[in-house]
Protein backbone atom coordinates (compact mmCIF):
# COMPACT_ATOMS: atom_id res chain seq x y z
CA UNK A 1 0.00 0.00 0.00
CA UNK A 2 1.57 3.46 -0.91
CA UNK A 3 -0.97 5.00 1.39
CA UNK A 4 -0.94 4.54 4.92
CA UNK A 5 -1.34 7.12 7.89
CA UNK A 6 -3.04 7.69 11.14
CA UNK A 7 -4.01 11.55 11.57
CA UNK A 8 -4.59 12.91 15.36
CA UNK A 9 -4.91 11.29 18.23
CA UNK A 10 -2.61 8.12 17.11
CA UNK A 11 -3.21 5.72 20.18
CA UNK A 12 -6.48 5.18 22.52
CA UNK A 13 -5.53 3.88 26.11
CA UNK A 14 -8.43 4.78 27.80
CA UNK A 15 -10.96 2.00 27.87
CA UNK A 16 -14.14 4.02 28.90
CA UNK A 17 -13.42 6.11 25.77
CA UNK A 18 -16.44 5.87 23.47
CA UNK A 19 -15.43 5.61 20.00
CA UNK A 20 -17.89 6.79 17.21
CA UNK A 21 -16.61 5.41 13.23
CA UNK A 22 -17.70 6.11 10.22
CA UNK A 23 -15.82 4.54 6.93
CA UNK A 24 -15.46 5.85 3.37
CA UNK A 25 -14.26 4.97 0.34
CA UNK A 26 -11.80 7.31 -2.15
CA UNK A 27 -11.70 7.01 -5.73
CA UNK A 28 -7.83 7.13 -7.37
CA UNK A 29 -8.88 7.67 -11.20
CA UNK A 30 -5.23 8.32 -13.41
CA UNK A 31 -5.63 8.85 -17.14
CA UNK A 32 -3.54 9.98 -19.59
CA UNK A 33 -1.43 11.53 -16.46
CA UNK A 34 -4.24 13.46 -14.87
CA UNK A 35 -5.96 12.74 -11.76
CA UNK A 36 -9.73 12.91 -11.94
CA UNK A 37 -10.57 15.21 -8.42
CA UNK A 38 -13.74 17.21 -6.84
CA UNK A 39 -12.90 20.75 -6.86
CA UNK A 40 -15.06 23.34 -4.62
CA UNK A 41 -15.80 26.58 -4.33
CA UNK A 42 -13.22 27.47 -1.55
CA UNK A 43 -10.73 26.13 -4.21
CA UNK A 44 -9.25 22.90 -2.80
CA UNK A 45 -10.12 19.66 -4.66
CA UNK A 46 -11.13 16.14 -2.62
CA UNK A 47 -10.58 12.83 -4.55
CA UNK A 48 -14.33 11.15 -5.66
CA UNK A 49 -15.63 9.17 -2.64
CA UNK A 50 -17.54 9.24 0.39
CA UNK A 51 -19.52 6.96 3.88
CA UNK A 52 -20.39 3.73 3.01
CA UNK A 53 -23.40 2.80 4.05
CA UNK A 54 -24.91 0.03 6.28
CA UNK A 55 -24.69 -3.67 4.38
CA UNK A 56 -22.95 -1.69 1.24
CA UNK A 57 -19.44 -3.26 -0.30
CA UNK A 58 -16.55 -0.93 -0.80
CA UNK A 59 -17.21 -1.61 -4.24
CA UNK A 60 -20.71 -0.49 -4.33
CA UNK A 61 -19.83 2.29 -2.18
CA UNK A 62 -17.74 3.39 -4.20
CA UNK A 63 -19.37 3.07 -7.46
CA UNK A 64 -21.97 5.20 -6.33
CA UNK A 65 -19.94 7.96 -4.39
CA UNK A 66 -18.14 8.36 -7.79
CA UNK A 67 -21.00 8.74 -9.98
CA UNK A 68 -23.01 10.94 -7.37
CA UNK A 69 -19.74 13.56 -6.89
CA UNK A 70 -18.50 13.45 -10.51
CA UNK A 71 -21.17 12.01 -13.29
CA UNK A 72 -18.31 9.22 -14.21
CA UNK A 73 -19.16 5.75 -14.05
CA UNK A 74 -16.69 3.36 -12.46
CA UNK A 75 -15.90 0.78 -15.50
CA UNK A 76 -13.42 -0.99 -12.68
CA UNK A 77 -12.13 -1.17 -9.45
CA UNK A 78 -8.40 -2.28 -8.87
CA UNK A 79 -6.16 -2.85 -6.15
CA UNK A 80 -6.32 -1.16 -3.02
CA UNK A 81 -3.51 1.91 -2.74
CA UNK A 82 -4.16 2.26 1.05
CA UNK A 83 -5.29 3.80 4.27
CA UNK A 84 -5.39 7.30 6.29
CA UNK A 85 -7.20 6.78 9.78
CA UNK A 86 -8.25 10.54 11.31
CA UNK A 87 -9.44 10.39 14.89
CA UNK A 88 -10.22 13.71 16.65
CA UNK A 89 -12.43 14.47 19.58
CA UNK A 90 -16.21 14.37 19.21
CA UNK A 91 -17.49 17.38 19.12
CA UNK A 92 -20.66 15.77 20.36
CA UNK A 93 -19.47 13.66 23.19
CA UNK A 94 -16.86 15.14 25.90
CA UNK A 95 -15.55 11.22 26.42
CA UNK A 96 -15.24 10.35 23.44
CA UNK A 97 -13.71 10.62 19.92
CA UNK A 98 -14.95 10.02 16.27
CA UNK A 99 -12.66 8.29 13.55
CA UNK A 100 -12.63 8.53 10.14
CA UNK A 101 -11.25 5.57 8.25
CA UNK A 102 -10.90 6.40 4.55
CA UNK A 103 -9.92 3.91 2.19
CA UNK A 104 -8.16 4.43 -1.48
CA UNK A 105 -8.35 2.86 -4.14
CA UNK A 106 -7.51 2.64 -7.56
CA UNK A 107 -10.30 2.81 -10.04
CA UNK A 108 -10.89 2.99 -13.95
CA UNK A 109 -14.00 4.76 -14.95
CA UNK A 110 -16.05 4.83 -18.23
CA UNK A 111 -16.11 7.20 -21.25
CA UNK A 112 -19.43 7.77 -20.89
CA UNK A 113 -20.66 10.07 -18.10
CA UNK A 114 -24.20 10.61 -16.54
CA UNK A 115 -25.67 13.84 -14.10
CA UNK A 116 -24.44 14.52 -10.72
CA UNK A 117 -26.34 13.81 -7.92
CA UNK A 118 -25.05 15.82 -5.12
CA UNK A 119 -26.47 16.34 -1.67
CA UNK A 120 -26.96 19.66 -0.26
CA UNK A 121 -23.41 20.65 0.96
CA UNK A 122 -21.98 18.87 -2.06
CA UNK A 123 -24.18 21.75 -3.73
CA UNK A 124 -23.78 24.68 -1.70
CA UNK A 125 -19.82 24.05 -2.16
CA UNK A 126 -20.68 23.65 -6.17
CA UNK A 127 -18.81 20.32 -6.73
CA UNK A 128 -17.08 20.10 -9.91
CA UNK A 129 -15.00 17.12 -11.45
CA UNK A 130 -11.98 18.19 -12.98
CA UNK A 131 -9.03 16.31 -14.73
CA UNK A 132 -5.86 18.00 -13.09
CA UNK A 133 -1.92 17.15 -13.10
CA UNK A 134 -0.87 15.71 -9.79
CA UNK A 135 1.52 18.85 -9.08
CA UNK A 136 -0.60 21.07 -9.74
CA UNK A 137 -3.12 19.84 -7.34
CA UNK A 138 -0.93 19.30 -4.40
CA UNK A 139 0.41 22.79 -4.89
CA UNK A 140 -3.51 24.33 -4.66
CA UNK A 141 -4.19 22.20 -1.87
CA UNK A 142 -1.03 23.10 0.18
CA UNK A 143 -1.73 27.09 -0.97
CA UNK A 144 -4.88 26.45 0.89
CA UNK A 145 -3.68 24.97 4.18
CA UNK A 146 -1.64 28.18 4.67
CA UNK A 147 -4.30 30.28 4.52
CA UNK A 148 -5.08 32.31 7.63
CA UNK A 149 -8.48 33.06 8.75
CA UNK A 150 -10.69 30.69 6.35
CA UNK A 151 -12.25 28.48 7.12
CA UNK A 152 -10.71 25.33 5.26
CA UNK A 153 -12.55 21.90 4.73
CA UNK A 154 -11.56 19.06 6.87
CA UNK A 155 -10.60 17.17 4.25
CA UNK A 156 -7.88 19.00 2.47
CA UNK A 157 -4.85 18.18 4.99
CA UNK A 158 -6.12 14.43 4.36
CA UNK A 159 -6.46 14.64 0.77
CA UNK A 160 -3.07 16.63 0.10
CA UNK A 161 -1.08 13.95 2.52
CA UNK A 162 -2.55 11.48 -0.29
CA UNK A 163 -1.58 13.33 -3.20
CA UNK A 164 1.40 13.52 -1.60
CA UNK A 165 1.98 9.64 -1.30
CA UNK A 166 0.97 8.88 -4.53
CA UNK A 167 3.53 11.30 -6.39
CA UNK A 168 6.73 9.65 -4.25
CA UNK A 169 5.35 6.24 -5.50
CA UNK A 170 5.55 7.46 -8.94
CA UNK A 171 2.42 6.14 -10.15
CA UNK A 172 1.50 8.43 -12.65
CA UNK A 173 1.08 7.03 -15.96
CA UNK A 174 1.21 3.48 -14.57
CA UNK A 175 -0.96 0.55 -14.83
CA UNK A 176 -3.21 -0.77 -11.38
CA UNK A 177 -4.41 -4.20 -11.20
Not at 45 to 50: A, C, E, L, T, V
Not at 66 to 76: F, L, P, S
Not at 87 to 98: E, K, S
Request: hydrophobic letters at 35%.
Amino acid sequence: MIINEVLGIQTITDPSIRITTRQAVRAIVIKDNKILMVHTNKGDYKFPGGGIKKLETHEEALRREVTEETGYIVDQMKNKAGVIIQRNPNQFDANGIFQMTSYYYFCNVKQKTTNQHLDKYEKEQEFEPIWIELDEVIAKNEAILTQKGTQINPWVYRETLALRSIKEARVMGRSHK
